[in-house]
Structure formats: structure tokens, C-alpha cells
């Protein structure tokens, strides 16, 4: 069964940093792409960075030289590092695979990344 675990959201003042990881089970998940997602309130979720198989990153404009993925395969991990954090990254955060999305694969309970002073 597929499962993604989500932990290090908190509240976090305006230029502060953050560090997001994300657990994976039930996959072969060094063979897969991996995102970090994020939904603020009354919006639609939205995928601001990707990590490929090999490595490769993918950076939406708004998180763009503050964010950086990373990835650990031997533990099944994928990471966010959020740096000059701003009130408009509020959002709830999720990881998942892109390929599995389209098969239908659940989402994780996510975690909750609040910017304000």
C-alpha cells in the first residue's frame, strides 16, 4: 500500500526557514519522480517543485531560489528545504509521485505551514 508521511510544518515568522520531509512506503521509490505540493486555504493544490529519478529539479517562479528538494533513496525520503519564507507560502504541504497520482494514489495527511508575524 502506498503512503506518504509528511512532517516539519509549524508557524514560522516572515523570512524564517523551514524544513519538510516526507516518508514513502509501498513503492519502489528510488524509480520514482517525487513532488512537494501545497494547497492554501480556498485555493486549488498546486505542485511547487519536483525531484526526478535521477536527481533532476524542477522549480515552480514563486518558490524559485528560496525552496530546494532533496532526496535520500536509501530511506524512502524526499525533503523541502523553504528558506525567506513569506505569508503567501501558507499552505498545507504534501509529497507524492506524479506517475502514481495518475493511478489514482492516495494523499498523505500533509503538513501545515503557517508564515505570519
Known amino acids: 500500500q502506498v503512503q506518504f508521511v509528511e512532517s516539519g510544518g509549524g508557524l514560522v515568522q516572515p523570512g524564517g526557514s523551514l524544513k519538510l520531509s516526507c516518508a514513502a512506503s509501498?513503492?519502489?521509490?528510488?524509480?520514482?519522480?517525487m513532488s512537494w505540493y501545497r494547497q492554501a486555504p480556498g485555493a486549488e493544490r498546486e505542485e511547487v517543485v519536483f525531484?526526478?529519478?535521477?536527481?533532476?529539479?524542477s522549480y515552480a517562479d514563486s518558490v524559485t531560489g528560496r525552496f530546494t528538494i532533496s532526496r535520500d533513496n536509501s530511506k524512502n525520503m524526499v525533503f523541502l528545504q523553504m528558506n525567506s519564507l513569506k505569508p503567501e507560502d501558507t499552505a498545507v504541504y504534501y509529497c507524492?509521485?506524479?506517475?502514481?497520482?495518475?493511478?489514482?494514489?492516495?494523499w498523505g495527511q500533509g503538513t501545515q505551514v503557517t508564515v505570519s508575524s
Open positions: 507524492n509521485a506524479p506517475a502514481l497520482l495518475l493511478r489514482g494514489t492516495r
Open positions: 509501498g513503492f519502489s521509490f528510488s524509480t520514482y519522480a
Open positions: 525531484i526526478g529519478s535521477n536527481g533532476r529539479t
